[in-house]
């Protein structure tokens, strides 16, 4: 289910940080002085020709009655220059600004997906991944549009605004006086009902970012939603969401408007009143036509830019918004961080791993421990199997071995290094993870099992196929091993997926192999082949297996029996089923009487 935004967290954090936050985008503007002083000289270039312009026509009017007429020809030829200066410093501007942004926004793009790549699963319990994607790409579009335009055209506005005000009192100082009394009544409404835009652009931001987080839901459950004919639920759902998005959207739209039908009446009544007071003061001698023209082209320069200011101002609220979202990205906390000066891995790695005093409640459920109290040694080489109920806290011992999770209390070990002293993606790589539900990638057959190494020959692939019983099925696909699977494997049945996900730890080739359920998908052959391929596996490095069905464990050198995050009871499977204890009644609910002795 999508989160809810609360308004009043939302309305929190724009007071707190308002546009201020788009001063973090300055670290990826950094690296492109350059391109950012280019386009900047662009933009002062054609903000000056803008001003320049007036000039001209005033020198026009003012001897449009002159008998030479050379001059008005001067005067025209040096409009047609302003003209090409202003056209060759609007195309440069335009190209610059427009390269930096893409460059820009590309960098956070990566940035974020950087950041977020390598957060341990706590930071996905509070965040969905479909918001996470709504960030790189709405947020970023935004920021984009941002600055490969608004900030351009608000920044050369700004220039107009202060260089024709400048040159207005130059012109005329009394009705440069006139309409600097309008002014105020400008700002007031700019800056009242831009905090509410504020407040209304980042409340349809997070509701975006729901909408696309509830439909990557629905669809990548698709099949269970169609299965349990939920169709008519998730379009009611996912609609519910996209109308309250287009709500706070038509609210924020309809502020915009507001502010910009305020603005531009207020500045162009003021803009009306100034050339009627200029038109008196022609009649009375007190100025001439030309110097009256120019004042008035300067004024209809200055009104278009406030007025372009204040429509750019709902964007720049916009983007404040969006940076903000993608800054809580980049700042966010990981539960899980490497120390600052790791320990080396052990080498070679041994595969002996100890729990010692292991307490562990999932962020999400804080008040349940899934691990307590738990004391476990497994030497090198060992063949482990995890049995118990569900709950019991078995899966939670495969992902504190793998450090997804840190301990509460207590710490766990690889050949005596604890787990939090070591860099993770150093240890990591000495660990093979076939989990319940296979990860299968939109490539290839080959492409999926090679992930387990990527600088594995297609010799070596076909290899660890083999040994997971999966060369057969795979060589009889269109294209054999480079048949495209679809995504998430949509293409293949469950225990294909299950061989592919045993192929690739079999390739990785790593001292200690995880198996949280991995024969769960397959048929009984597959089963029988596979697990042989495991025994021989687990001959040589340390084995943890997670399972339900006791047959695939009947062989592990030792057996843990979990309940409610505490091993109850350990030994081999005899013995276990001579205690009677809950190991012996649950495989006397799996087995015959024969077969459980």
């Given at each position: 289910?999508?989160?809810?935004?609360?308004?009043?967290?939302?309305?929190?954090?724009?007071?707190?940080?308002?546009?201020?936050?788009?001063?973090?985008?300055?670290?990826?503007?950094?690296?492109?002085?350059?391109?950012?002083?280019?386009?900047?000289?662009?933009?002062?270039?054609?903000?000056?020709?803008?001003?320049?312009?007036?000039?001209?026509?005033?020198?026009?009017?003012?001897?449009?009655?002159?008998?030479?007429?050379?001059?008005?020809?001067?005067?025209?030829?040096?409009?047609?220059?302003?003209?090409?200066?202003?056209?060759?410093?609007?195309?440069?501007?335009?190209?610059?600004?427009?390269?930096?942004?893409?460059?820009?926004?590309?960098?956070?793009?990566?940035?974020?997906?950087?950041?977020?790549?390598?957060?341990?699963?706590?930071?996905?319990?509070?965040?969905?991944?479909?918001?996470?994607?709504?960030?790189?790409?709405?947020?970023?579009?935004?920021?984009?549009?941002?600055?490969?335009?608004?900030?351009?055209?608000?920044?050369?506005?700004?220039?107009?605004?202060?260089?024709?005000?400048?040159?207005?009192?130059?012109?005329?100082?009394?009705?440069?006086?006139?309409?600097?009394?309008?002014?105020?009544?400008?700002?007031?409404?700019?800056?009242?009902?831009?905090?509410?835009?504020?407040?209304?652009?980042?409340?349809?931001?997070?509701?975006?970012?729901?909408?696309?987080?509830?439909?990557?839901?629905?669809?990548?459950?698709?099949?269970?939603?169609?299965?349990?004919?939920?169709?008519?639920?998730?379009?009611?759902?996912?609609?519910?969401?996209?109308?309250?998005?287009?709500?706070?959207?038509?609210?924020?739209?309809?502020?915009?408007?507001?502010?910009?039908?305020?603005?531009?009446?207020?500045?162009f009544s003021g803009v009306v009143g100034v050339l009627w007071m200029g038109a008196r003061d022609v009649r009375a001698g007190g100025m001439s036509a030309g110097s009256l023209v120019q004042f008035v082209i300067y004024s209809v320069m200055v009104a278009g830019a406030v007025a372009a200011l204040s429509e750019?101002?709902?964007?720049?609220?916009?983007?404040?918004?969006?940076?903000?979202?993608?800054?809580?990205?980049?700042?966010?906390?990981?539960?899980?961080?490497?120390?600052?000066?790791?320990?080396?891995?052990?080498?070679?790695?041994?595969?002996?791993?100890?729990?010692?005093?292991?307490?562990?409640?999932?962020?999400?459920?804080?008040?349940?421990?899934?691990?307590?109290?738990?004391?476990?040694?497994?030497?090198?080489?060992?063949?482990?199997?995890?049995?118990?109920?569900?709950?019991?806290?078995?899966?939670?011992?495969?992902?504190?071995?793998?450090?997804?999770?840190?301990?509460?209390?207590?710490?766990?070990?690889?050949?005596?290094?604890?787990?939090?002293?070591?860099?993770?993606?150093?240890?990591?790589?000495?660990?093979?993870?076939?989990?319940?539900?296979?990860?299968?990638?939109?490539?290839?057959?080959?492409?999926?099992?090679?992930?387990?190494?990527?600088?594995?020959?297609?010799?070596?692939?076909?290899?660890?196929?083999?040994?997971?019983?999966?060369?057969?099925?795979?060589?009889?696909?269109?294209?054999?091993?480079?048949?495209?699977?679809?995504?998430?494997g949509v293409m293949l049945s469950g225990g294909q997926k299950q061989r592919i996900a045993i192929a690739r730890a079999i390739l990785r080739d790593a001292a200690v192999l995880l198996l949280d359920e991995a024969t769960s998908s397959l048929d009984a052959e597959s089963e029988r082949a596979v697990q042989h391929?495991?025994?021989?596996?687990?001959?040589?490095?340390?084995?943890?297996?997670?399972?339900?069905?006791?047959?695939?464990?009947?062989?592990?050198?030792?057996?843990?029996?979990?309940?409610?995050?505490?091993?109850?009871?350990?030994?081999?499977?005899?013995?276990?089923?001579?205690?009677?204890?809950?190991?012996?009644?649950?495989?006397?609910?799996?087995?015959?009487?024969g077969e459980v002795a």
């Amino acid at each position: 289910m999508a989160r809810t935004p609360k308004a009043a967290d939302l309305q929190d954090r724009e007071k707190s940080k308002r546009l201020g936050i788009l001063a973090e985008l300055w670290p990826f503007l950094r690296p492109y002085r350059p391109l950012l002083t280019g386009a900047i000289l662009a933009l002062v270039l054609t903000a000056s020709v803008a001003l320049v312009l007036p000039l001209a026509v005033r020198r026009v009017v003012d001897n449009f009655a002159a008998e030479d007429g050379a001059i008005l020809d001067q005067y025209f030829g040096a409009a047609l220059l302003i003209a090409a200066l202003l056209a060759v410093g609007t195309g440069l501007r335009y190209m610059l600004v427009t390269r930096l942004g893409e460059r820009v926004v590309a960098d956070i793009r990566k940035a974020v997906f950087d950041r977020v790549i390598a957060m341990s699963p706590a930071f996905f319990e509070r965040l969905m991944t479909g918001e996470v994607l709504s960030r790189i790409t709405t947020d970023t579009t935004l920021i984009l549009s941002v600055i490969s335009s608004s900030v351009s055209i608000a920044l050369r506005n700004l220039l107009i605004f202060l260089g024709g005000m400048g040159l207005m009192l130059i012109t005329s100082p009394k009705l440069t006086g006139m309409v600097l009394l309008i002014v105020p009544l400008v700002i007031v409404p700019i800056l009242t009902l831009g905090r509410r835009m504020r407040i209304l652009s980042r409340e349809n931001q997070d509701w975006i970012a729901n909408s696309s987080g509830n439909a990557s839901e629905a669809l990548l459950s698709v099949q269970t939603v169609q299965a349990f004919t939920h169709e008519g639920e998730s379009r009611a759902r996912f609609a519910d969401v996209t109308e309250r998005s287009h709500d706070a959207a038509r609210r924020r739209i309809n502020t915009r408007a507001l502010m910009t039908v305020i603005v531009i009446f207020l500045v162009f009544s003021g803009v009306v009143g100034v050339l009627w007071m200029g038109a008196r003061d022609v009649r009375a001698g007190g100025m001439s036509a030309g110097s009256l023209v120019q004042f008035v082209i300067y004024s209809v320069m200055v009104a278009g830019a406030v007025a372009a200011l204040s429509e750019i101002w709902g964007e720049l609220q916009r983007a404040a918004g969006a940076t903000e979202r993608l800054v809580e990205l980049l700042q966010a906390d990981d539960p899980v961080t490497d120390p600052s000066a790791p320990k080396p891995v052990p080498r070679p790695v041994k595969g002996a791993i100890d729990f010692e005093g292991v307490r562990f409640a999932y962020p999400s459920r804080p008040g349940t421990l899934a691990l307590d109290d738990l004391n476990l040694s497994i030497k090198a080489g060992e063949t482990v199997a995890l049995v118990g109920p569900s709950g019991a806290g078995k899966t939670s011992v495969i992902q504190m071995i793998q450090r997804f999770y840190d301990p509460d209390e207590g710490r766990v070990t690889l050949d005596g290094v604890a787990l939090s002293e070591m860099a993770r993606h150093d240890f990591r790589r000495d660990l093979a993870l076939v989990p319940q539900d296979p990860v299968i990638f939109a490539a290839s057959a080959r492409d999926n099992i090679r992930f387990g190494r990527l600088d594995a020959t297609d010799a070596e692939v076909e290899e660890a196929a083999r040994a997971a019983a999966a060369y057969d099925f795979i060589s009889a696909l269109p294209d054999g091993f480079d048949t495209y699977v679809g995504e998430r494997g949509v293409m293949l049945s469950g225990g294909q997926k299950q061989r592919i996900a045993i192929a690739r730890a079999i390739l990785r080739d790593a001292a200690v192999l995880l198996l949280d359920e991995a024969t769960s998908s397959l048929d009984a052959e597959s089963e029988r082949a596979v697990q042989h391929a495991v025994d021989a596996m687990a001959r040589t490095r340390t084995t943890i297996i997670v399972a339900h069905r006791l047959a695939t464990v009947k062989k592990a050198d030792r057996i843990i029996v979990m309940d409610q995050g505490r091993i109850v009871a350990q030994g081999t499977h005899d013995s276990l089923v001579s205690e009677n204890g809950l190991y012996a009644r649950l495989a006397r609910l799996q087995f015959t009487d024969g077969e459980v002795a």
